[in-house]
């Protein structure tokens, strides 16, 4: 592990890919690379894409990557994509719609699948930002994969949430009310140049104006490249203006990730402790003879795992 470890802090793209896949799959392996790279990480910056699906999301972050790298950024691209229901892999269909970015060298691009996490979110994602983190990538685009109302999750791990709304996607005020208009810090109303974006964006700007984040609302065409550069730039005085928030943010993401960890840990020696067991088959038996209530032997039975 040191080794893949050395070679990824000195930009091996092949230990980069390796380190990532150990990652996602979840390897054994893969919480030793953390474990090592976890106090070199914090200084990379990240966005995350959300929205109805066919909002055009991954043209938008397409044609974003060129106004990023005049900035001076080193972008990576996460797209996490719908999971196949044969090989359990990402079906990678955002690779396919961003093929000019894959074309681009000094942009690396990686598909994840969401494997039925929470709002499309790859239970790997945070692990994987650290790794392109310590790799020298200092501004990770993420694009959730359309997943309706499960779209908020997104915000709990990316710095600064963009939501992509389109007047060709239905109805978007609802799925703004579905709690979208909690979690943006910029609403993009994406095609800005079909009939009726002028409309949405007054609809928008609205309701979400009058939330505690005060978020901005822009037009952008990623067809067109209209507003795309002005979108840039407004993410970068975000990034610059908010530091002192998105260290806060920080420390909740942080918080949350580890209250998820000692739940799924919970989880597994529960699961382990009630696998072939004779005391918890005697329980059952008990409470099948109404010798005890499902409340009390479920508090017994805790309390023995707890121990």
Not at 8 to 20: N, P
Not at 122 to 148: K, T
Not at 277 to 303: G, H, Q
Request: proline fraction near 2%.
């Amino acid at each position: 592990m040191l080794q893949i470890v050395k070679r990824l802090l000195e930009g091996d793209r092949r230990s980069l890919a390796r380190a990532i896949s150990m990652v996602d799959n979840d390897d054994p392996d893969s919480q030793d690379i953390i474990r090592e790279i976890f106090s070199l990480t914090g200084k990379s910056r990240s966005i995350g894409f959300t929205g109805p699906a066919g909002a055009g999301k991954s043209s938008l972050i397409g044609a974003l990557v060129r106004d990023f790298q005049t900035m001076g950024y080193r972008i990576a691209i996460l797209a996490v994509d719908p999971t196949s229901p044969i090989t359990g892999g990402a079906i990678l269909g955002d690779r396919v719609r961003m093929q000019v970015t894959m074309d681009d060298h000094d942009v690396f691009m990686r598909s994840l699948a969401s494997r039925g996490a929470v709002g499309g979110v790859s239970n790997s994602l945070r692990n994987v930002m650290r790794i392109l983190d310590v790799a020298g990538f200092d501004l990770i685009l993420v694009e959730s994969v359309g997943a309706g109302q499960l779209e908020v999750e997104i915000s709990r791990i990316v710095d600064i949430t963009i939501v992509v709304l389109t007047p060709q996607t239905g109805d978007n005020i609802q799925s703004i009310k579905a709690g979208l208009n909690e979690i943006g810090e910029i609403y993009a109303i994406n095609k800005g140049d079909l009939d009726g974006s002028g409309n949405l964006f007054d609809s928008i700007l609205e309701f979400v104006g009058g939330t505690d984040k005060k978020p901005s609302v822009l037009k952008v065409s990623a067809r067109t490249g209209d507003g795309v550069r002005e979108l840039a730039s407004h993410i970068d005085e975000k990034l610059i203006s908010n530091k002192e928030s998105i260290t806060e943010k920080r420390k909740r993401m942080l918080k949350n990730e580890l209250q998820e960890m000692i739940f799924r840990a919970v989880e597994k020696r529960a699961k382990s402790f009630l696998k072939d067991n004779l005391e918890y088959e005697n329980y059952v038996t008990m409470v099948i003879e109404k010798k005890i209530d499902p409340y009390l032997a479920a508090e017994r039975i805790s309390a023995t795992i707890m121990r």
